[in-house]
């Protein structure tokens, strides 16, 4: 019985851990949609490494931007 319960808490404890991981997943995909990047590229590296995706994120250039004033 205590190695079930036991199993169960890891098993919750890996959920939640899973669901963080995928929430802050989105931060660098936003940021670069935003700027007219790819959102599910982004979201894609930002599951696998997300320190990088989340600088890269803020660094590119924004797309999105109008041209130049006249």
Do not use: E
């Amino acid at each position: 019985m205590v190695l079930a319960v036991s199993t169960l808490g890891w098993v919750l404890i890996g959920l939640l851990l899973l669901c963080i991981w995928v929430a802050l997943a989105f931060w660098p995909a936003r940021v670069a949609g935003r700027k007219g990047h790819s959102f599910f590229w982004y979201f894609i590296f930002s599951l696998i490494f997300f320190p990088a995706a989340l600088i890269t994120a803020y660094v590119v250039h924004d797309r999105s931007a109008a041209g130049p004033a006249v």
